[in-house]
């Protein structure tokens, strides 16, 4: 292992894609009809995380059982080959792609982290050549999903702990201090991951986090 490891962390939906992405493989899976009735049977939940009355780990546990529950792991693969022939190559983002690309050129060890789920990025990052991916696990149990997360959702604070816990395996590392870390990311659920970053990058521009200003008297 090198004297200094250098490691890059994407965001994945917003960051190195345009928008969300887990509405559209619904939708480009389900047909429109059914995600659309599946939308209306989660619109409590959904609603309540509209509102900030429901935490979006609980609306998204909800909006995924409904969607995915007793689905065979064939019909995810069939599903992610048709949402990455069609809905992807449209989606990436050119700036972010090409930081990607850089650290893969310079050969930085580069880990995709993201709260969607592994039943089609699994795929992506092999394709986009990551050397890792951290995101929301999906409980599989034979060869079908229960519609459950087998982790939870890695958004926010998540995202630290369980890069964290990939950090000490793959390397042997108890903290980022003994790295040169980049992070990119787009929402305030990818701040906590940008704090561990010497560089960081929200919304496409150099981030460092402020402190709030001191009242005076």
Known sequence: ????????????????????????????????????????????????????????????????????????????DDWT???????????????????LREHQQAGHCCVLVSASPDIYLARLAKQLGFDALICTEMEVEGEHLTGRMRTPNCYGEQKVIRLQAWLSERFGLASFAGTTFYAYGD?????????????????????????PAQAVG
Not at 24 to 43: N, Q
Not at 81 to 99: E, I, S, V, Y
């Open 81 to 99: 080959t048709r949402w990455l022939a069609q809905d992807l190559p449209g989606q990436l983002q050119d700036w972010t792609l090409a930081r």
């Open 187 to 211: 929402t305030s659920g990818d701040k906590p991951m940008l704090r561990l970053a010497q560089h960081a990058w929200y919304r496409g521009q150099p981030w460092r986090e402020t402190a």
């Open 1 to 76: 292992m090198p004297a200094v490891t250098v490691i890059a962390a994407f965001d994945f939906d917003g960051t190195l894609t345009r928008r969300d992405t887990l509405n559209p493989f619904l939708a480009r899976g389900l047909g429109w009809p059914r995600y659309l009735w599946t939308l209306l049977r989660c619109s409590p939940w959904l609603a309540g995380y509209a509102l900030r009355l429901v935490r979006n780990d609980v609306a998204k546990a909800h909006l995924l059982q409904l969607a995915l529950g007793g689905r065979s792991l064939a019909e995810m």
